[in-house]
């Protein structure tokens, strides 16, 4: 079964029994004794939090969404190396097809990559900011550590790619797959992601913070220790990742509001919001 998770704040020091409000009925059993750990409880009162737990089933969960594939030309350049193409074509790369090829120290802003296919490709030490990539493939790349600042992806596909440590901050992402990637300690900060859909991609201790995250799948992903501070999880599926220890911002800013868990994973949310369980 789905929970869909909803946080919500009652009014200060409002005299509840926090049993009474935020047990949730499981299977008709009854439900689950909650308590406060706040020492205002002992008083009868809540000082500042009530989590209330709503069991229901979710009708618009975003799973295996549709996205618009890259377009990638029939017929492409595949005799050239990268920076070859960059000083016949200046800003821009289009068409292209790099194989195996070991990309150092690239430094270029305000590049336009347009329907090109990058196979295992290393990138090292590359800054590339400010640029703009549409249709293109990533198939087996290595791009851990690199500088995207400020770059704009529609219609991208990153498959079995390494991203560890790569800087994705301030960003657009717009029908992008992430599929079977390594991006741990990757950095999405203040970005915006549109029809995105990451599917069993390791992304322990990414940050995500400050971003905008609609219609954006998570599948089978690795979220331990991966930092929500200040986004909104509205919406966002977690009930086949593993959630343990994210990071979001105090109670009262209500990230995890709308967000779907499962009820293994509802419990665990509680305990980190300091809700004490008794069964």
């Not at 200046?90 to 590049?111: A, R, T, V």
Request: with cysteine.
């Amino acid at each position: 079964m789905h929970v869909q998770f909803y946080l919500y704040l009652c009014s200060r020091k409002q005299k509840r029994d926090v049993a009474q409000l935020a047990s949730a009925p499981r299977s008709g059993r009854g439900g689950r004794k909650f308590e406060s750990s706040h020492p205002d409880y002992t008083r009868g009162y809540i000082e500042r939090y009530v989590l209330f737990l709503f069991v229901v089933i979710p009708s618009n969960i975003i799973r295996n969404m549709k996205l618009t594939q890259p377009r990638i030309a029939k017929k492409l350049h595949n005799e050239v190396d990268i920076y070859t193409a960059l000083a016949k074509n200046e800003e821009d790369l289009i068409e292209y097809e790099f194989k195996s090829q070991k990309i150092e120290s690239l430094s270029k802003n305000n590049l336009s990559i347009q329907s090109c296919i990058f196979t295992n490709c290393s990138f090292i030490e590359c800054k590339i900011n400010k640029s703009q990539f549409s249709d293109v493939i990533f198939h087996n790349c290595d791009l851990s550590n690199i500088n995207l600042n400020g770059c704009g992806f529609h219609r991208i596909e990153f498959i079995d790619c390494k991203l560890t440590g790569t800087n994705f901050s301030e960003c657009i992402f717009n029908h992008t797959l992430f599929q079977g990637c390594l991006g741990e300690y990757s950095n999405f900060t203040t970005s915006k992601l549109t029809n995105v859909n990451l599917t069993h991609c390791k992304l322990r201790g990414a940050s995500m913070e400050n971003c905008q995250l609609n219609h954006v799948a998570f599948g089978n992903c690795n979220l331990m220790e991966a930092e929500f501070y200040r986004t909104s999880l509205k919406g966002i599926d977690f009930s086949d990742s593993e959630i343990p220890g994210i990071h979001v911002t105090a109670l009262n800013s209500s990230e995890l509001r709308g967000a779907t868990v499962t009820s293994i994973q509802a419990l665990e949310l509680a305990r980190m919001l300091g809700i004490n369980i008794k069964d």
